[in-house]
């Protein structure tokens, strides 16, 4: 056989090898293009279930007891005295009074003051009143006004309960402000005292995620407030006796606990039933990926156009723009807030 007729015969292998290495180093390509410009690669998956079924952590740093509240027996029995009572009972049983089926008015979703201010106010880190009469009236940044007590009790209807404002001059009114003064009347006027407001909770080094904030829900919260969140109302359907957190009866999206880092200092002081600051029953990595959770769920809406007029003050949690800054609206009620503070220096949540 002649050469040149050797090659010819030879001529359909090295195409199919020519096609076979011209098909490698295409995959080669696509490979390295991908890992260079393709999406990231998921990062391993957390371990949902593990956080879900932790705790309780080990004891934190809050050892020291809450300042007290004055003993209710101690109220006097006068007139004033049972306009302090009153005050407290409306705001332990405020459905019963003010709610869908009010005996007094029907302004209210059916919660109770006290399922955010626990035990009428008076619970340390719980949303505790003691320090309101010694620090109002003051200005604040979300109206940029100066409020009074009763200015600060309307937010809590309108927003928390998802209500109407009380008339300043109501018999309610007046009496739910003696009760606050009443808790307050020990501390010196500007002193904010310890236990009251929030306690402090590192932040994550990652965004709260309302992923793994559903297993913590379903593990620790769902037995009180119910698979959906719908809560648990009393046999009489006048009120709740473990509230709803979202849904048409919950708070709405207006109201101080749908900030992330509100509700996750909240529930790591308060939650679940039982818990205390001091004795907690939930990690810190729980508190804020069911605070995450809890605050991705539906609501209603309040229409707050008029909050924040300098927006330069919003806290880095706020969860609605517009913003001081071009960080995305995901980041700011999610997290991570790190990189938010340390672009707004002495700015916090």
């Given at each position: 056989m002649k050469p040149s007729e050797e090659r010819v015969q030879q001529l359909p292998h090295?195409?199919?090898?020519?096609?076979?290495?011209?098909?490698?180093?295409?995959?080669?390509?696509?490979?390295?293009?991908?890992?260079?410009?393709?999406?990231?690669?998921?990062?391993?998956?957390?371990?949902?279930?593990?956080?879900?079924?932790?705790?309780?952590?080990?004891?934190?740093s809050y050892h020291r007891p809450a300042t007290p509240a004055p003993d209710t027996a101690l109220i006097p029995r006068t007139a004033a005295g049972r306009q302090i009572r009153y005050g407290r009972e409306l705001i332990a049983n405020t459905a019963h009074y003010l709610g869908p089926q009010g005996s007094v008015l029907h302004l209210t979703n059916g919660m109770n003051c006290q399922n955010c201010h626990l035990q009428a106010g008076t619970q340390g880190f719980a949303n505790n009143y003691l320090a309101v009469a010694a620090t109002y009236p003051k200005l604040r940044a979300r109206s940029g006004q100066v409020e009074g007590i009763e200015k600060r009790v309307n937010d809590c209807l309108e927003r928390s309960l998802n209500g109407q404002p009380l008339a300043d001059s109501s018999r309610e009114m007046r009496a739910m402000v003696a009760y606050i003064k009443w808790l307050g009347k020990d501390i010196p006027k500007g002193k904010k005292v310890y236990g009251t407001g929030f306690m402090k909770l590192p932040y994550l080094d990652r965004a709260a995620d309302p992923v793994i904030g559903k297993a913590v829900f379903a593990a620790k919260c769902q037995s009180c407030h119910g698979p959906a969140g719908q809560g648990q109302q009393l046999a009489d359907n006048s009120g709740y006796q473990y509230p709803p957190l979202w849904g048409p009866h919950s708070y709405n999206d207006g109201a101080g606990l749908f900030r992330v880092t509100n509700l996750?200092?909240?529930?790591?002081?308060?939650?679940?039933?039982?818990?205390?600051?001091?004795?907690?029953?939930?990690?810190?990595?729980?508190?804020?990926?069911?605070?995450?959770?809890?605050?991705?769920?539906?609501?209603?809406?309040?229409?707050?156009?008029?909050?924040?007029?300098?927006?330069?003050?919003?806290?880095?949690?706020?969860?609605?723009?517009?913003?001081?800054?071009?960080?995305?609206?995901q980041q700011h009620k999610f997290g991570p807030w790190q990189p938010i503070e340390a672009a707004h220096p002495g700015k916090s949540n």
């Open positions: 090295l195409v199919r090898l020519l096609m076979l290495l011209t098909a490698a180093v295409v995959l080669v390509l696509v490979v390295v293009l991908t890992k260079i410009y393709g999406p990231p690669a998921a990062s391993t998956p957390v371990a949902v279930e593990d956080e879900a079924t932790q705790g309780p952590p080990p004891a934190g996750a200092k909240y529930v790591k002081a308060a939650m679940p039933y039982g818990a205390t600051f001091d004795h907690p029953q939930l990690t810190n990595k729980q508190a804020w990926d069911v605070a995450a959770f809890v605050n991705s769920q539906p609501r209603p809406h309040l229409r707050t156009t008029h909050d924040w007029p300098d927006i330069s003050k919003k806290p880095v949690d706020h969860p609605f723009g517009p913003y001081a800054d071009a960080f995305s609206v």
